[in-house]
Every structure is written in structure tokens, then in C-alpha cells.
């Protein structure tokens, strides 16, 4: 028997409404299985526990997390707490504190009728991003000089350095070895004369031990015309924290939106626990309302299996939201449908049980 401990960590709107019903998901996990359990405990951390105690987490949070197999989380965000801080005291300060430094982001189109291209079908896009997740262009160092004088200059670091980036190309050549795909590296190396010129040559570099993994390498003005106009041409793209950021949105632009972009931070190395969301925010607009969809946050919980290495339970999973995609009687607002968020989570885990 395998056990498992996750530390769910709702957050605020909607991440509340989809958390709960991915741990729905997991509790059904656990009544097919009998080899798997899962243990849970609750972490009231967010914007409403901001605005109550001034601390997005608590000061010991980080070692309060640090046992755990995983942490779940919702979303973060609320109308009056800008998102610098928002992001930063809790969301990125688990990244940081975790070195959690890859982020992964399946840019795969379920069903054909999600993505917005009339002549592309569900194999036209299918591939994983691999984002550096720890510092880059995302490295926070900077300065503002001669600040409100006509002489101001603003200068934002991009720190890479050969210890970061070798290991995120490192690992994305593992997994396109593992998997037996092509990689994409995607850079900038005619304009960033520095930062990127250096990616493109540990990505070269690295690449020499892997003389069995076919790569491409792109400049992310490319990349980004690629993502939209022959997105089949990638099967893992390895790339930096800002470039990733922005394509992984693209990513989900193509596939069907926010409500099925699903997202994992991960320390490989499993010192510290690994961190899954969906990508949305708290979507105050919708908070409260039980019409979010749930399904990027089931997505999650695929990729959590994944990483346990109960891959069956991932795979299963992902059919089982292609299932309602494709049946279309339980879709949420976003998609067209009018299934309530618990509903949807209802109705998944019935198919669950038939996969
Ligand atoms: P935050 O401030 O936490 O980032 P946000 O308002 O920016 O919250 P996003 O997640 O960025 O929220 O989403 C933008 C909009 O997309 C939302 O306001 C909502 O209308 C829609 N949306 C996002 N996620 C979902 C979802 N899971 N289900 C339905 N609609 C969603
Ligand atoms: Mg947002």
C-alpha cells in the first residue's frame, strides 16, 4: 500500500470551488485502489487570510509544507492585494523555497472543437513545455536609477546561471529521451546578446550526450508564430522562465482556454515537495457563483499521479475529461455547457469508475 500525503492549499475564489472537487477526484482514486491512499491536510493560506493576519502563509509555513508528498493549490488573488505581493509571499515563495524549478505545461488539444484553427484536429497539437521556473528573466534583480529625474534608467537582470539552466536542459533531454521525442529549444540569441547566447550553448553542449534525441532550435518570435500556425512541428520545448510564460498561454489559447490549462512545479530531485495548480487565477468575477470549471484542476491531479509514478491513474484521468468533452452533457459555462463546478466533478468521477 502506498500512501501519500498532500497539502491542499485552496487559496482564494474559484481555487476553493476546483480544489475541492479535485480532491474529490482523489478520494474516488482511493475507493478504486486498493493500493493507494491519500492523506490530506488543509492550509487556509491566501488573500483572505492577508487581509485577516497580514501574512499571505504563515511565518513557518515553508517547514509546515515540507514533509508532504505534494502540495495542491488553487488559486491566489483577490481585488485589493496586488498580485506582486499576492504572487510573491506565497505561490513564488514555495517555488523559491522548494527549487522548484521546472514547470511543466501539456499544450494538448483534447478535442478538436476547443481550439479556435478549423483544419487542426486533436493530433495537430500535442506536446509539453518545459519552463525554467527558478530564475532567468524572473530573477527579480535589477535597479531604478535617478528615479522621477529626466536621466531615469531602469535596468531588469535576466540571471542565468550555468548551474540553473544545465539542469532544466538537462532534464528536458532526459524526459525527450525517456519519451523518444524530438526537442525544441527556444531562445533569443540574436538579440539578447548575453543571456541567450549562453542558453544556446549549454542547450549544444548537453545536447552531446544525448546524440540519440533529435533537436530543434528556435528564436521565440519563431516559436511563437510556430505555436499558432503549425503547432504539430513540436513535441518538447525546453525554454526560459519569460519566454515560457508567455507560450504556455499561447499554449493555452490553442487548446481550449484557461479553464484546461494545467501546470506542475517540480523538484526533480524529490528533496521537497513538488507543486501542481491550474494555471487560472481566482477569477473574481465568477467566485462563488459554483460555475468554474474544475477540469484544469483535474488536469493537475494527472499530472500529480504522473509524478507518483501512477501513471495508469494519470492516463485514466485524462480519458476520462476527454470523455466529457466529447459527450458534451456535462460542460461547464466556460465550455458551452451549464454544468455547475460540483457537477462536473460528479459526473467525472462516475466516469471515472467506468475507464
Ligand atoms: P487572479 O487575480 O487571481 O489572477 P483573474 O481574474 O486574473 O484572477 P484568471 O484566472 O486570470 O483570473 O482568469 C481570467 C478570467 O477567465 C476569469 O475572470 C474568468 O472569467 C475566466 N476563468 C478563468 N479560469 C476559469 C475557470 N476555471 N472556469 C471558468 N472561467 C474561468
Ligand atoms: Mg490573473
Redesign the pocket.
Known amino acids: 500500500m502506498k500512501n501519500f500525503n498532500i497539502a491542499l492549499i485552496p487559496g482564494?475564489?474559484?481555487?476553493v470551488e476546483?480544489i475541492n472537487e479535485g480532491v474529490k477526484v482523489l478520494k474516488f482514486i482511493e475507493k478504486l485502489d486498493d493500493n493507494l491512499s491519500f492523506s490530506f491536510e488543509t492550509f487556509p493560506w491566501g488573500c483572505e487570510y492577508y487581509l485577516e493576519t497580514g501574512k499571505m502563509m504563515d511565518e513557518d509555513g515553508i517547514d509546515k509544507l515540507k514533509g508532504f508528498d505534494a502540495v495542491y493549490l488553487g488559486?491566489?488573488?483577490?481585488?485589493g492585494v496586488p498580485?506582486h505581493i499576492?504572487l510573491r509571499d506565497l505561490l513564488i515563495r514555495i517555488r523559491r523555497e522548494f527549487d522548484l524549478y521546472v514547470n511543466l505545461r501539456p499544450i494538448t488539444l483534447l478535442n478538436e472543437e476547443l481550439t479556435p484553427f478549423k483544419d487542426k484536429r486533436e493530433e495537430d497539437i500535442d506536446f509539453l513545455v518545459i519552463r525554467e521556473n527558478s530564475e532567468g528573466e524572473y530573477s527579480g534583480a535589477g535597479e531604478w536609477l535617478y528615479r522621477g529625474k529626466p536621466e531615469e534608467v531602469v535596468l531588469q537582470t535576466g540571471v542565468f546561471s550555468r548551474k540553473g539552466t544545465e539542469r532544466i536542459i538537462r532534464y528536458a533531454y532526459e524526459e525527450a529521451r525517456k519519451q523518444a521525442k524530438t526537442l525544441t529549444s527556444v531562445s533569443k540569441g540574436n538579440a539578447l546578446n548575453y543571456s541567450m547566447v549562453f542558453w544556446d550553448e549549454v542547450f549544444e553542449e548537453v545536447g552531446k550526450e544525448y546524440p540519440d534525441v533529435k533537436t530543434y532550435s528556435y528564436l521565440v518570435d519563431a516559436a511563437s508564430l510556430y505555436f499558432v500556425s503549425d503547432p504539430g512541428r513540436f513535441e518538447i520545448v525546453v525554454t526560459s522562465n519569460l519566454f515560457g510564460d508567455i507560450l504556455t498561454d499561447i499554449g493555452a489559447g490553442i487548446t481550449g482556454?484557461?479553464?484546461l490549462a494545467t501546470g506542475a512545479n517540480i523538484n526533480p530531485e524529490k528533496k521537497y515537495p513538488s507543486m501542481f495548480e491550474?494555471?487560472?487565477?481566482?477569477?473574481?468575477?465568477?467566485a462563488g457563483e459554483g460555475?468554474?470549471?474544475?477540469?484544469?484542476?483535474i488536469w493537475s491531479i494527472s499530472q500529480m499521479m504522473d509524478y507518483f509514478e501512477e501513471e495508469e491513474w494519470g492516463e485514466k484521468i485524462l480519458e476520462s475529461i476527454i470523455a466529457i468533452l466529447k459527450n458534451k452533457e456535462f460542460l461547464?459555462?466556460?465550455l458551452g455547457g451549464s454544468a455547475s463546478t460540483s457537477e462536473v466533478g460528479d459526473y467525472f468521477v462516475e466516469l471515472l469508475e467506468i475507464k
Open positions: 482564494d475564489g474559484i481555487g476546483v488559486a491566489v488573488g483577490y481585488p498580485d499576492s482556454g484557461l479553464g491550474p494555471v487560472h487565477g481566482s477569477a473574481p468575477d465568477i460555475i468554474a470549471n474544475p477540469l484544469a484542476a461547464p459555462r466556460d
